[in-house]
């Protein structure tokens, strides 16, 4: 794993990519540092780690898109693939990789509140707590990112998919308000995503017993939910986009609250992603 | 050493490569003959583990390919027909990190660094950027790759297609001296090439293995067709009458004439008949001197045509 991660390391600064990402986001974090802090001379600086959240829409696909992409098409994954790694260690070792180039750009911003501190008071804990929510959220899009860059052989592709599949996370929270909240809805949803799981299951194992049996346990287990309590689909499409609503959790450490459940989801939801990048690349070599 | 075992890869409807099977002892240079899309990379792909057969299993020293995997990658080294390079690294960095995948402690790995630098010559590229290097020089750093850990076994996927002629030649006589230490599977499209340098022959064509024999039992069972090209000093018509008059000819045919005043022809010998010598008696009889004659190898095509059909003879 140490050997990959340092052979991605180095190659983020053998190519423009680590620079066009350290530079694009240290240019988009001073600008708001400059405008939010220094030129109303105020000490609020954990405005600026939430507002500038939005650029990682733009640097994360830049940051990612290779990952995987370039050794399928390189066939330099054969070299990966047939030596004795895991695949579980080279995607860890890629991921930790990006998140290293991640964390130095963030270490760099630590300066702002730094300079700030020379001047006036700053909430030094409220500051701690909020980097820790901004490094997760950036940590967790990254896994995004890699999954996505796993699934092609082609950076643009990869790019442009991951900065879609960023900006729906972005957008969910207010998709969710339109969202109707009543019992059919929910009913016709859980429905959608019992017979979707099982659309899935036939399209990889082709095996029409299996997914036909997993669609009717799935619609059983709605049915049997609606029977003993049926006030749990009130809500149900709202309550399952909320669990991928990374922003959602963030906005606790905007307002100084650090507690466990956020930080754990977010560690949960990268390791999600890595898993089902270590899944898409066992797979293709099944197939 | 190396067991195949009743291999099957298919992708969807197509079967790549069917009911494979054969067994490779330790210290033979083992080589795998097939045209392009014969099965050749997908069989050696399944060996080394990049890709899973659909049916089948393999083993390597004892060790089942789906069962212990990494012991399976550590007693190999694996030469793709694309050498899998990093374009942004230099030759000593690339070295080095495959050293570090394969998990090599530092002593073992400055020892066995040099000593590969200084096999396949490339001392003198190390601190070179691989992508500013020659197709020649890629093509060493991938058989470089290849050796890092002293793996037992080689495999190694067209390992001289690119290259230009000298360079072809010290390849070979690279592998045939690897050979002595490795157990070596090497495929080509090329019969020559595996002659020279194999001790053992499979020829494989649409999936399915045609032929296994030593290089000179197989050219044995191929020369039977004697097939001569030759240039002769005369008279187009009456050189080819007289050599279709001959015993033993079964076809002549004239190619064009190259050099004024001669004619060249093929001819086509009866099965198991040496007809050089009644050529050569015959023309110089008639006073029409044989400028030269020489026998045409086969290509690959007439190869796997007449394996194919003689298979079908002795089943």
């Avoid at chain 2, 069972?221 to 001569?228: D, E, I, N």
Wanted: aromatic share 10%; net charge neutral; charged share 20%.
């Amino acid at each position: 794993m140490l050997a990959v991660f340092k052979r991605e390391l180095k190659a983020y600064f053998a190519s423009p990519t680590g620079y066009i990402f350290m530079g694009f986001f240290l240019l988009i974090c001073g600008i708001f540092f400059a405008f939010s802090n220094l030129l109303t001379a105020s000490p609020e600086y954990i405005s600026v780690l939430s507002s500038i959240t939005f650029v990682f829409l733009i640097v994360v696909p830049v940051l990612t898109m290779r990952l995987m992409s370039e050794e399928s098409r390189q066939k330099t994954d054969q070299l990966l693939l047939t030596s004795p790694l895991s695949v579980t260690s080279i995607v860890l070792g890629k991921y930790f990789a990006a998140v290293a180039v991640f964390l130095i750009t963030v270490l760099i911003t630590c300066l702002y509140p730094v300079i700030l501190s020379f001047f006036g008071t700053i909430a030094v804990w409220e500051i701690v707590g909020g980097y820790i929510g901004f490094f997760l959220l950036g940590a967790a899009f990254i896994s995004i990112g890699l999954f996505i860059s796993s699934l092609t052989d082609n950076q643009v592709i990869a790019a442009v998919v991951t900065f879609g599949a960023l900006l729906f996370i972005w957008v969910l929270d207010w998709i969710i308000q339109g969202i109707p909240t009543d019992k059919i809805s929910g009913i016709v949803f859980a429905c959608a995503l019992a017979v979707g799981a099982a659309a899935l299951v036939y399209f990889t194992t082709r095996n029409i017993f299996v997914s036909a049996t997993i669609a009717i346990i799935g619609l059983g287990i709605i049915a049997g939910i609606y029977f003993t309590n049926q006030y749990f689909f009130d809500g149900f499409i709202v309550r399952t986009l909320e669990w991928f609503s990374l922003l959602k959790r963030y906005e606790n450490f905007m307002m100084g609250i650090l507690s466990l459940s956020p930080i754990v989801y977010y560690i949960t939801f990268s390791a999600v992603f890595l898993f089902l990048t270590v899944r898409v690349i066992e797979k293709r070599r099944w197939s | 050493m190396i067991q195949v075992i009743d291999v099957t890869k298919r992708y969807g409807q197509h079967v790549a490569v069917d009911h494979v099977n054969f067994t490779v002892e330790q210290g033979e240079i083992l080589g795998f003959l097939g045209p392009n899309g014969a099965g050749k990379t997908t069989t050696m792909n399944i060996i080394t583990g990049y890709i899973s057969a659909t049916e089948g299993s393999v083993k390597v020293d004892g060790y089942d390919i789906l069962e212990e995997p990494e012991e399976v990658k550590k007693r190999i080294g694996y030469m793709p027909e694309f050498p899998p390079l990093y374009m942004d690294m230099t030759v000593q960095e690339y070295l080095d990190f495959v050293s570090d995948i394969k998990k090599l402690d530092r002593a073992t790995k400055k020892r066995s660094m040099e000593k590969i630098m200084d096999l396949v010559k490339i001392g003198h590229v190390r601190k070179r950027l691989i992508k500013n290097l020659s197709k020649g020089y890629k093509q060493r750093v991938g058989l470089a790759q290849a050796l890092i850990g002293a793996p037992p076994v080689l495999i190694l996927d067209e390992p001289t297609v690119g290259l230009d002629p000298k360079q072809i030649i010290e390849i070979r006589s690279l592998i045939k001296e690897l050979g002595k230490e490795h157990t070596i599977i090497l495929s080509s499209h090329i019969l020559p090439e595996v002659s020279a340098v194999c001790g053992r022959v499979i020829i494989i064509n649409k999936g399915k293995i045609v032929a296994s024999d030593t290089p000179e039992n197989l050219s044995k069972r191929l020369s039977g067709t004697g097939r001569l090209s030759l240039r002769v000093a005369g008279p187009e018509k009456q050189v080819l009458k007289l050599v279709r008059e001959l015993e033993g000819v079964k076809n002549a045919e004239v190619q064009g004439v190259k050099e004024p005043g001669t004619v060249d022809i093929l001819v086509e010998a009866e099965k198991d008949i040496d007809i050089r010598r009644p050529l050569f008696y015959a023309l110089s009889r008639a006073e029409y001197p044989i400028l030269y004659l020489r026998s045409v190898d086969l290509t690959l095509e007439e190869i796997f045509l007449q394996v194919t059909t003689e298979e079908r003879e002795v089943s």
